[in-house]
């Protein structure tokens, strides 16, 4: 298991709303989580996927995300 971390325009709980099926299937139930407070608005994804697959999924829900 790897920790990878993105940079995203996730924004609010509605946002996160919208990614959590896709993130879920990407990476596994609550293998995941977005750091709202943060001015960056962190991704942080505990997974075996690649980061081309998370960041597939955050945006094929119509966010941005980018591997730090």
Partial sequence: MKTIRFKT???????IAKVT??????TG???WQV???NPDK????????DA???KEAV???GFKADVL
């Fill in 35 to 37: 750091d709202i407070t």
């Fill in 29 to 31: 139930n609550n293998r």
């Fill in 59 to 61: 945006e094929k829900a």
């Fill in 9 to 15: 325009n996730i924004k609010c709980g509605g946002c």
């Fill in 52 to 54: 081309n697959t998370i």
């Fill in 42 to 49: 962190i991704l942080t994804v505990e997974t075996e996927a």
């Fill in 21 to 26: 099926d896709n993130l879920n299937s990407a």
